[in-house]
């Protein structure tokens, strides 16, 4: 248990030094919690966590553009830092997104509309070796069971049946960007913001990947994820 003789050690990760600034100043006041960095490029997190080790990560999911992807950040993080906990603390929270963070490794998942108190909570409770998420988040979850499946348990296999996968091939790189954020949770509008790119060349850019693939919804990406990954 984190107490002032042994505080949880925490490193903090947003693209928004205002955003920084908030959480250090909200979780100063508490002994129990030592905040070792404040970093908004996760190059700089990196670089910091080669030299020292803490308890807890809390990230932001979509940084900026250029960034590494939040979904590589979290597999990166703990396939180098298995003992380091993660808590992302996100404007995107929806179903799809949070299930995609928690199945990659992520230990929490917060929006950025929580409560100050709710911070602390989770923080202690991943600190902790616990799982958290908002109630309202986690009976959501639960209520869309089939739905979150789609998002990141159903496999290839599931697709086999409809004959191997076409199309990959021909995507353009800026397609498979696109492609790669969808299955992360991003909208149009949060890819547009990412790339710099306008909504309708991003909505022209996804359709005419699904087009090549041969899927019209976002639930069959999902399915095919597995191959568009690896493929």
């Avoid at 404040?38 to 807890?56: H, M, P």
């Avoid at 396939?79 to 199945?103: E, G, I, K, N, W």
């Avoid at 069971?145 to 990959?168: C, F, M, N």
Wanted: with cysteine.
């Amino acid at each position: 248990m984190a107490s002032m003789l042994n505080p949880i050690r925490l490193m903090l990760l947003d693209d928004h030094a205002l955003i920084l600034q908030g959480i250090s100043l909200l979780l100063t006041p508490h002994k129990d919690m030592h905040i070792v960095g404040c970093f908004t490029r996760s190059r700089q997190l990196l670089e910091a966590l080669r030299a020292k080790s803490v308890d807890l990560v809390v990230m932001d999911y979509s940084l900026s553009p250029g960034e590494v992807d939040g979904l590589n950040l979290i597999r990166g993080l703990r396939l180098r830092y298995p003992d380091t906990r993660l808590l992302v603390v996100s404007a995107m929270h929806t179903p799809a997104t949070v299930a995609l963070a928690m199945r990659c490794g992520a230990s929490g998942f917060l929006g950025k509309d929580m409560s100050t108190d709710e911070i602390v909570v989770a923080i202690r409770k991943v600190a902790a070796g616990q799982v958290y998420l908002h109630p309202a988040m986690a009976i959501e979850l639960k209520h869309n069971e089939v739905s979150t499946r789609s998002a990141v348990e159903i496999s290839a296999d599931s697709w086999s049946d409809q004959g191997e996968l076409t199309g990959l091939s021909t995507l353009s790189i800026r397609e498979r960007e696109v492609l790669r954020c969808c299955l992360e949770g991003l909208s149009v509008t949060k890819i547009a913001e990412k790339f710099s790119r306008s909504i309708k060349t991003i909505s022209t850019q996804k359709q005419s990947a699904y087009k090549k693939l041969g899927i019209t919804s976002d639930n069959e990406l999902f399915k095919i994820r597995s191959q568009f990954e690896h493929g």
